[in-house]
T-cell receptor, first 115, second 117 residues
Framework: GESVGLHLPTLSVQEGDNSIINCAYSNSASDYFIWYKQESGKGPQFIID?????DKRQGQRVTVLLNKTVKHLSLQIAATQPGDSAVYFCAEKKYSGGGADGLTFGKGTHLIIQP | GAGVSQSPSNKVTEKGKDVELRCDPISGHTALYWYRQSLGQGLEFLIYFQGNSAPDKSGLPSDRFSAERTGGSVSTLTIQRTQQEDSAVYLC???????????????FGSGTRLTVV
């Protein structure tokens, strides 16, 4: 079936370095993508989103890149800080079509910031 | 309240017992969702309420699972005759936004960690 997944379950980076978290999706009809951050014991929190008519979007210290040709999504975090340690999920959503107004989430990547 | 509140935060139950999980969404949020998060897995959609419309139950894994939302506010997820595979974190989210912005506006609760022994 169609699914959203992540390449690496765990990513360890040095504090201050940049990190890149990757996501592969297989539903070519998906036209909206979101990155969420989930800290331990908390629910996911919205970070940044991107629509399929864009290939890049920047936020504060975060950038999301979308490559529709290879169905790949990435989240770049600049100058990582200890507070960036969390599990990061990508999610896809279809605008059109009926059914559940829900998101399909990947399994998540655990980002660990080394001091 | 300031955020989505879920109770209890932790629940341990014996196999075969029924459990009720509660979600208090942000006041005024018309959309409410239940998700399940198993260990090391992504979020699995369960059910969606939007205003007074019939809920979308397409994600419920079996007829042991049911949910209701009273008065368009508080929601209760009920699991009957719990099984060990029901052990997971159950997350509730609400949103006030419409259409394409709805997912952007999701506010999740901290979840209920259910352990079936």
């Amino acid at each position: 079936g169609e699914s959203v997944g992540l390449h690496l379950p765990t990513l360890s980076v040095q504090e201050g370095d940049n990190s890149i978290i990757n996501c592969a999706y297989s539903n070519s009809a998906s036209d909206y993508f979101i990155w969420y951050k989930q800290e331990s014991g908390k629910g996911p929190q919205f970070i940044i989103d991107i629509r399929s008519n864009m290939d890049k979007r920047q936020g504060q210290r975060v950038t999301v890149l979308l490559n529709k040709t290879v169905k790949h999504l990435s989240l770049q975090i600049a100058a990582t800080q200890p507070g960036d340690s969390a599990v990061y999920f990508c999610a896809e959503k279809k605008y059109s079509g009926g059914g559940a107004d829900g998101l399909t989430f990947g399994k998540g990547t655990h980002l660990i910031i080394q001091p | 309240g300031a955020g989505v509140s879920q109770s209890p935060s932790n629940k341990v139950t014996e196999k075969g017992k029924d459990v009720e999980l509660r979600c208090d969404p942000i006041s005024g949020h018309t959309a409410l969702y239940w998700y399940r998060q198993s260990l090391g897995q992504g979020l699995e959609f369960l059910i969606y309420f939007q205003g007074n419309s019939a809920p979308d139950k397409s994600g419920l894994p079996s007829d042991r699972f049911s949910a209701e939302r009273t008065g368009g506010s508080v929601s209760t997820l009920t699991i009957q005759r719990t099984q060990q595979e029901d052990s997971a974190v159950y997350l509730c989210a609400s949103s006030s936004l419409d259409g394409v912005n709805r997912a952007r506006g999701y506010t999740f609760g901290s979840g209920t960690r259910l352990t079936v022994v």
